[in-house]
């Protein structure tokens, strides 16, 4: 095979573009930016545990204040009997137990209070990750607030805070987050936090916070036993009451962890057995996400680059329009498959279609409680996991053939361009419909799209943005089917001598926005399992999805022929030399995952992990499979190789996201999440909704090669 100077060009520049968007696709979190730092003028709360008699003046005082209804979870409708933190209930006291509970404040044998609310981060994770800016912190105060009328329900915050403290409200058509606020309608007026207003002994205590720090540093030094002073209400209100000091633990919560709070807490006892969250780093997790998403798209300058580079290259492929396919007999003109739509097969995926509308009007009647089961330890369910993370990467065959063709030059494979672009412009414009399913405000979806709502810190913007661009693309692309179909040929050729920079975009912005899927997780820290949970989330995710779309492809090729009864003998050439291509991505991907366990240590969690490392090795061998078949040439080349081959890469990628965004997610034994039935059904409906779709253009429009009908060989 010989390369001329203009095919060298070609794949030289279609190859640096690549090279440019993957390598900066992992941050050291060790090169992060530096955490925030508190306000000059930035008020707190301090807790102290050995203060806190329990008497839950605080929870009623908050509920009162911010006019939030009680929560029965004993049937008695008698008083407020919270359990946890919910979307009625922003403060909670609960209690630690140990042995004869005997000993206020002491590990054995003893029982302490423990105070739950927001507490208030220097650098906190909700503002960084939420895409419209509904949470934000006062530059001034430093306190976290959220507003419902920018808000769109997406629950980011909800999965990315350490904490676990913003909760959502799933039980109604017009859901909010619930979190403190400070009380910032009291503040506004002069006064100070409800829960500090009550307290009895001075537990909860508001202050500036450089007068709680000084504060907490006077109790430290305090000798157990001996009687002190301590304030009530705030730290210069002048309402003090005697009583000994209690032995403190040698720790504030909330002093360094990820940055810190402006709610900072005292015990008796080790926060570790109060369950609260210890051991975590000192820098905050919002620095290491938004460190990664300015490296990746900080002023657009990198994804500029590779823009240029990518629509030079599909400029240059386009001027000389796949020269070695159109001489070869495959290289043959699209035409309708033709025959009737309706049909057994399409009257079970309407009836299918018909079900998920009937639940959907009961989830948008009484919200999304109503038809599912996710809750605020599992905030995403199957529907985000699917319709965002899995579908998607099931759409990205229009992308993988666009960068084969266009940007590598390879010719050849230019008949399973325009079904695969298909397939993608379905999947992506479902996926996107699907996504206001699942979100709690979804009237206030367009403030994604509007810039005096923009959080370009968001690595969720990003991937709603891109997205959003991307659709528009794929419908852009799709366009001069509709052109052919119509026989106006003269405009056909006119527009596709501009298709080059749709391509180039068509390709930039997947590579994007698949790597920041896996870039949602970063922000989430400890709470996603070791194995899946690594700065390399961005290149896994993206060669997965790059391999998804070429398995798809395949896919897609073989059941057309199946079931409209065409001969795939033609293009079995094209799908194992396809499959070649997967099996070579999928070693790297394999080797790039235990290289990364190794190189943080973390390898021996791959046989100690119990149920997790389980599903690691099922992804591994999903995973293992195809790349061995398909690097066998005679292997790829028989259908009955290559087709189950295809199904297992995607079986893996499918098992990889569910793992990574659910069953690796991990939380307490008090959270619990399996999909509900209508959620399921509702799923099922919307794929049907996509093949029906797919379907319908198939045998209307110019999309599959033309042939004669044929068998499947």
Not at 30 to 54: F, H, M, Q, W
Not at 57 to 78: H, I, R, V, Y
Not at 231 to 254: F, I, K, L, Q
Not at 544 to 556: K, P, Q
């Amino acid at each position: 095979m010989t390369v001329n100077r203009r095919e060298f060009l070609r794949e030289g520049v279609g190859g640096v573009a690549a090279v440019a968007a993957c390598a900066s696709l992992s941050v050291d979190p060790a090169e992060a930016r530096g955490n925030k730092t508190v306000p000059d003028d930035a008020i707190g709360l301090l807790y102290d545990s050995t203060l806190c008699i329990g008497c839950k003046a605080c929870m009623s005082a908050c509920k009162t204040t911010n006019a939030l209804p009680l929560e029965d979870n004993f049937g008695q409708k008698l008083w407020d009997t919270p359990f946890e933190l919910s979307g009625s209930t922003y403060t909670v006291i609960k209690l630690y137990q140990d042995g004869t509970s005997e000993h206020k404040d002491k590990e054995k044998d003893g029982f302490a209070h423990i105070k739950r609310q927001c507490l208030h981060c220097i650098d906190p994770s909700c503002v960084s990750v939420c895409p419209v800016s509904a949470m934000t912190k006062d530059p001034v105060t430093g306190a976290v607030s959220y507003n419902a009328d920018a808000c769109i329900g997406c629950r980011y915050c909800v999965a990315a805070c350490p904490y676990r403290v913003p909760q959502f409200q799933y039980n109604t058509p017009t859901p909010k987050i619930a979190k403190c606020e400070f009380c910032k309608d009291q503040l506004a007026k002069g006064d100070i936090p409800a829960c500090a207003k009550v307290c009895p002994t001075g537990a909860t205590l508001f202050g500036s916070y450089k007068a709680l720090t000084g504060e907490i540093d006077r109790r430290k030094g305090m000798k157990a036993g001996e009687k002190n002073v301590f304030p009530r209400r705030t730290v210069d209100s002048g309402d003090t009451h005697e009583r000994a000091a209690a032995e403190y633990v040698n720790e504030v919560y909330g002093e360094k962890m990820l940055g810190g709070t402006q709610v900072r807490y005292l015990s008796g006892v080790p926060f570790a057995k109060m369950g609260m969250a210890t051991g975590l780093p000192e820098l905050s997790y919002a620095a290491v996400s938004e460190t990664l998403q300015h490296r990746l798209y900080g002023g657009l300058i990198a994804p500029a680059v590779a823009l240029v580079g990518l629509v030079a290259a599909a400029y240059s492929g386009g001027k000389e329009p796949i020269a070695e396919a159109a001489h070869e007999p495959r290289a043959r003109m699209s035409a309708p498959v033709g025959g009737n739509i309706l049909g057994i097969f399409t009257a079970i995926l309407g009836v299918f279609a018909a079900i998920a509308v009937f639940l959907l009007v009961r989830r948008f009647a009484y919200g999304l409680g109503a038809v599912t089961n996710i809750n605020n330890g599992y905030t995403w369910g199957l529907w985000v996991v699917w319709d965002v993370i899995i579908a998607t990467g099931f759409a990205c065959g229009g992308y993988a053939m666009a960068f084969l063709v266009y940007i590598l030059n390879r010719g050849e494979f230019h008949p399973l361009v325009r079904p695969a672009l298909t397939a993608s412009v379905f999947g992506y414009s479902l996926g996107a419909a699907s996504v206001l399913i699942d979100l709690g405000r979804y009237w206030n979806f367009w403030h994604t799209l509007s810039p005096a709502y923009f959080n370009p810190n968001s690595v969720m913007f990003e991937v709603a943005a891109c997205i959003s661009l991307y659709i528009l693309v794929l419908w852009t692309e799709f366009f001069p089917t509709f052109l052919e179909w119509l026989g106006r040929h003269g405009l056909q050729k006119a527009f596709n001598r501009i298709l080059f920079f749709f391509i180039g975009l068509g390709v930039l912005l997947p590579s994007m926005h698949q790597s920041s899927l896996g870039s949602l997780l970063v922000v989430m820290g400890y709470q996603v399992h070791p194995l899946w949970q690594t700065q390399f989330l961005p290149a896994l995710f993206l060669l997965t999805a790059i391999c998804m779309g070429f398995a798809v492809v395949i896919l897609e090729a073989t059941l057309a022929a199946v079931g409209f009864g065409r001969d795939i003998f033609d293009d079995l050439e094209l799908l194992s030399k396809i499959g070649r291509i997967i099996a070579g991505i999928l070693f790297v991907y394999i080797g790039l995952r235990f290289g990364d366990l190794a190189w943080r240590g973390e390898l021996p969690r791959v046989f100690d992990s119990g149920l997790l490392s389980v599903m690691f090795w099922i992804e591994i061998a999903l995973f293992a499979y195809p790349a061995i078949s398909l690097s066998m040439s005679g292997r790829r080349r028989r259908l009955s190789k290559l087709f189950p081959a295809a199904a297992s890469m995607l079986a893996g990628a499918v098992l990889y996201r569910i793992d990574a965004f659910l069953v690796a997610y991990e939380h307490d034994s008090t959270w619990h999440y399996f999909p509900s039935a209508p959620e399921i059904l509702v799923t099922l409906g919307v794929i049907s909704i996509e093949v029906l779709a797919y379907v319908f253009f198939v045998k209307i429009f110019p999309i599959l090669p033309g042939q004669p009908a044929g068998h499947v060989r």
